[in-house]
């Protein structure tokens, strides 16, 4: 049942970014640089980035890793009971989560094409760490338009808590509940709150902890313009 409701929510949501994207894109693609400042003159997102930072964010390392730490701490709480606590558990909770997150993103991509809402961080280098944390959560309830400026992330606002309306009926029958909705918002804020700062973050991190060789630009390149 979650699989389909995915690909439902998939097609539609998939074909209004599309749609609505191809009407405004430019003629060449804005290929995605890593460690680009917000101050930068950056380029409108295209149709084809749009599913390149659904597909991104889903299954991405970023996502995967979220989602399994989430699965293995429900399967370890043993909740909700019915999926047990044992790898066929862990499975059906990862599935659940990469199916909500799915839902989620494609919803945001495609509804937010239709006024020009941008879904992707863009870093800002350059700027005291102050600035730069302000930045983070800025971004997480605002989005790019077309011209560049920030508006609310309307796209956001509908897909988090739809998704997690969804997602409920994905569960046993107890765990159906208005709690569970309330938790699954939560969840989905400080998710992107959480991704947003890995995004801002991780690069300078891994310059400085990691060796040279073993610096390699994948984790948050889809995040940025």
Do not use: C
């Not at 599309?18 to 101050?39: C, D, I, K």
């Not at 043993?78 to 989560?97: N, Y």
């Not at 799915?102 to 280098?125: F, H, N």
């Not at 700062?197 to 040279?212: K, Q």
């Amino acid at each position: 049942m979650a699989i389909s409701n995915w690909v439902a929510s998939f097609a539609v949501t998939a074909a209004l970014a599309t749609g609505q994207e191809l009407a405004v894109e430019r003629a060449s693609v804005t290929p995605v640089n890593f460690g680009v400042s917000s101050s930068d003159d950056a380029r409108p997102i295209t149709a084809k980035q749009r599913v390149q930072w659904v597909v991104f964010s889903t299954f991405g390392p970023q996502a995967i890793i979220g989602e399994a730490a989430l699965a293995g701490i429900g399967t370890w709480r043993d909740k909700p009971a019915e999926f047990g606590s044992h790898w066929d558990g862990f499975g059906q909770r990862a599935g659940t989560l990469a199916s909500g997150a799915a839902v989620s993103q494609t919803l945001e991509a495609g509804l937010g094409a239709i006024w020009g809402e941008d879904p992707r961080y863009v870093r800002d280098v350059g700027v005291p760490f102050k600035n730069r944390l302000a930045h983070v959560f800025i971004l997480t309830f605002l989005a790019r338009n077309r011209d560049g400026g920030l508006m609310p992330a309307y796209a956001r606002y509908i897909a988090i808590p739809s998704t997690g309306a969804l997602a409920s009926t994905w569960l046993p029958a107890r765990e159906r509940t208005a709690d569970y909705v309330g938790a699954s918002i939560a969840l989905g804020v400080l998710g992107r709150l959480g991704t947003n700062a890995f995004t801002e973050f991780w690069p300078d991190v891994r310059r400085h902890v990691l060796p040279r060789n073993a610096r390699r630009p994948g984790l948050v390149n889809h995040q940025t313009r």
